[in-house]
């Protein structure tokens, strides 16, 4: 199934031997935090580890994530999708998907104050996953996001379009997305 307006797949912007030596890294150097969140009143732990690094604070669902400084390896792979894109990234939600039991529900990535453009880059590392869309009118599209790919969501798509990362009872190893932003303060 295609993908929608919006949405760009690159494959292999890193070959496999950079794929894998970025997810040993990445594993072993980001600062991987276990949030919590509410769901009708009840907290649940979010079903994967997270990380944020960017100049400005990021928060949803509740969770709060202070400005931090991005490690040396971030860096390097920000440079690698921003000469890919075209475009500047200042942030990244780093998100490590354990095994198959680790996933992200059903989601816009529309609920912080961006400034300048709205797009975003998803870069995965590791495990094959499969990401789900859907918008208000019912159309759907899914994509297996393979490693060393980036997936370039732009203008309007990223508010218009739902997505998911679905648990999968398929054996896996790890996969780490990092999905890069421009942000800016609110109020600026």
């Known amino acids: ?23 040993r890294g990445l594993l072993a150097e980001i600062d991987w935090e276990e949030q919590r969140f509410t ?14 690094y960017g100049p400005v ?19 390097v792979i920000r440079r690698r999708v921003e000469a890919v894109t075209g ?19 059903w989601h816009r990535d529309s609920d912080y104050a961006h400034g300048g453009q709205p797009d975003i880059a998803s870069v995965s590392f590791g495990a094959t996953r499969r990401f789900e869309l859907r918008d208000r ?8 996001l393979v490693t060393g790919s980036l997936l370039l969501i732009t203008g309007d798509a990223v508010s218009r379009w739902w997505h998911r990362v679905p648990k999968t009872s398929r054996p896996m190893g790890p996969r780490v997305n990092l999905t890069f932003r421009h942000m800016v303060a609110e109020g600026r």
Do not use: C, K, Q, W
């Open 1 to 23: 199934m295609a993908l929608p307006d919006g949405f760009v797949l690159v494959t292999e912007i890193f070959d496999p031997a950079a794929s894998e030596a970025h997810l």
């Open 57 to 75: 604070g990021y928060r949803y669902s509740g969770i709060v994530h202070p400005p931090r400084r991005p490690a040396p390896r971030l860096e």
């Open 137 to 144: 009118a019912g159309a759907r599209a899914a994509e297996d």
């Open 39 to 52: 769901i009708y009143g009840r907290a649940m732990p979010m079903p994967r580890l997270v990380a944020m």
């Open 87 to 105: 475009r500047v990234f200042n942030s990244v939600l780093a998100n490590l998907y354990r095994d198959g039991r680790d996933s992200v529900g």
